[in-house]
């Protein structure tokens, strides 16, 4: 089950099968993997979108699992239809962004300086200038990968993985830029922390991720000893913490 | 001797691993959570039928050894699901059918006879707070009530009026497979896969590993031979799908699996088939077939 992809400036699409109820739509790249989620969403919110339990973007594919098949075929006919679809490019800027405060003392902020060509100083103001976007989330519940570094800013994810990597670190790897959300293992590269990491993952708050693949995010360099001064990031109706020096 | 009144549980014996489960919660992968569940679904629904309970009342899950727990009030019980002795104050009693467990009577779910995870589900349900609208522990990203500890208590809920439905003579309970047969729909990177891989996953003899878990059923076998080398940019899984880790022994994705990996899926097991292999012991022969 494949088809190539319409005019519409997508490029290279393919249409697989992954059992009975499910497809995974691969594209060219992540950045057409996010265009094609963000279309996905606008035809689900204006309900031309057969009835699918969960739409799963990843690096560069987008799982639709749970399609409701009322009639047989209709799995069939969704996949020749979505290989047809003509997306628009995505629009990085244009929607308010979640702000994110960070604090830039990160352990592999040197490191992530060498490999930028810059001085420790300035790694804040080139990541806290970036347009990011949630290109999808794992790992953990409300683990997002956010995109928008150019590749110039890619770094490799670091040799040996920390054991433990606290709640709330702010952490590089590949084009990603992520929060671990709570205190886990990881590998990437530790370039600062939230003074809030609960506001991450809240089961009690809709949607109890903060961030949810699609949303625009921009950090916001803070000083240690300044953080409670900060607004909380907008989110719904989530509560401002006052472990400042988290 | 009762310890206080209420409507709880209390944790007598808790096994290897048992937990709470009810239909789990799907529809949250988007944020990296993942559905959960009981494993043996069916098993599940048919034990809170017999106790008058909603199918996705929740209910424990035992692996492989029991457990026992003892209840503050009455409360009518059925352990189904793998076939074990049950007891209630030492006393036996059926397996399969609604059982009445006294206040401060310990009901042991023994271990297990044949199969792996028995199910007990008491009138009322269990009703833990619920994370996402479900009760389900989920042992990958630990949502949901941690697994059973000795002296955990465990809340009951107010069981339905007019209690369990009259009894209809002893149900079918499927048993353990002898033999685990599994169909596959291929895809979506059985193309990263030689040719030959293919053709050992639907003809080959494998066993279940006992490194299975709830996150997946690992397998002994001939290992599959990649294709395509280079590295899969994660992407997201389903439930059923058969991952193929470098070590090339396939993986089937039960329901705590990931939301997202980056080992290529070879083919993906139906859903309706994966009761039987929660149920399947370590050891167990088990072939692919084609679906």
């Known amino acids: 089950m ?46 031309e979108l057969p009835a699918v339990r969960d739409i ?104 040996i993985p920390r054991t433990r990597v606290p709640a709330g670190a702010v952490a590089l790897a590949g084009p990603y830029t992520g929060v671990y959300p709570r205190p886990s293992p990881g590998g990437w590269q530790l370039v600062g922390r939230m003074p809030d990491p609960g506001i991450l993952w809240d089961p009690g708050r809709e949607p109890a991720a903060l961030l949810v693949p699609g949303t625009p995010v921009r950090f916001v360099p803070v000083e240690a000893g300044k953080a409670a001064a900060l607004p909380a990031p907008r989110a719904g109706d989530l509560q401002a913490d006052s472990r400042a020096d988290a | 001797m009762i310890p206080v009144a209420g409507r709880h549980l209390h944790v007598v014996r808790p096994g290897a691993l048992t937990t709470v489960q009810d239909a789990g919660r799907p529809g949250h992968a988007h944020l990296g959570v993942g559905r ?16 008058g309970n909603p199918p996705d009342a929740a209910v424990l899950e035992t692996t492989l050894t029991g457990c026992a727990v003892r209840p503050d009030r009455p409360v009518v019980a059925v352990v189904g699901g793998a076939g074990c002795r049950v007891t209630v104050d030492g006393r036996p ?27 007990l589900a008491f009138a009322g349900g269990l009703v833990p707070d ?62 990263w896969f030689t040719e030959a891989a293919l053709r050992t996953l639907l003809t080959a003899a494998y066993r279940v590993s006992p490194h299975s878990n709830r996150i997946g059923l690992r397998t002994e076998g001939p290992p599959l031979e990649r294709s395509r080398t280079e590295e899969l940019p994660s992407e997201g899984m389903v439930l059923g799908a058969i991952q193929v880790p470098p070590d090339g022994c396939p ?41």
């Open chain 2, 36 to 51: 959960a569940g009981a494993l043996d679904a069916p098993a599940a629904r048919l034990a809170n039928r017999l106790v």
């Open chain 2, 251 to 291: 993986v089937v994705f039960l329901n705590d699996h990931p939301t997202t990996g980056g080992y290529p899926v070879v083919g993906v097991v139906p859903e309706r088939a994966l009761a039987a292999a929660a149920q399947a012991v370590p050891g167990t022969r088990l072939r692919f077939v084609g679906a």
């Open chain 1, 2 to 47: 494949s088809g190539s992809g319409g005019p519409g400036g997508l490029g290279e699409l393919r249409v697989l099968s992954a059992g009975p109820h499910a497809l995974v739509v691969e594209l060219a790249d992540g950045e057409h993997a996010e265009a094609f989620h963000a279309e996905l969403l606008r035809r689900r919110e204006r309900g």
């Open chain 2, 93 to 119: 009693v059926a397996w399969g059918a609604p059982v009445r467990v006294p206040a401060g009577a310990v009901l042991d779910a023994g271990p297990a006879g044949t199969g792996l995870r028995s199910y």
């Open chain 1, 56 to 159: 799963v973007p990843a690096a560069r594919t987008v799982l639709l699992d749970g399609i409701a098949d009322p009639t047989p075929g209709a799995r069939g006919r969704l996949a020749r239809e979505l290989a047809s679809w003509r997306v628009e490019p995505l629009r990085r800027e244009g929607g308010e962004p979640v702000e994110v405060p960070v604090i830039y003392d990160g352990p592999d902020l040197d490191e992530v300086a060498a490999l930028w060509g810059v001085g420790a100083d300035e790694v804040a103001a080139l990541h806290s200038r970036t347009a990011f976007r949630v290109a999808f989330c794992g790992f953990a519940p409300g683990f997002g990968y956010l995109t928008g570094l150019p590749e110039r800013l890619h770094v490799p994810r670091r040799t």
């Open chain 2, 130 to 191: 619920p994370v996402l609208g479900s009760r389900s522990a989920d042992l990958l990203s630990g949502l949901g009530p941690a697994p059973l500890s000795a002296g955990d208590e465990l809340p009951l809920g107010e069981p339905a009026s007019g209690g369990p439905p009259p009894s209809a003579g002893p149900v079918p309970w499927p048993g353990a497979p002898a033999e685990l047969v599994l169909p596959v729909h291929p895809g979506p990177r059985d193309d």
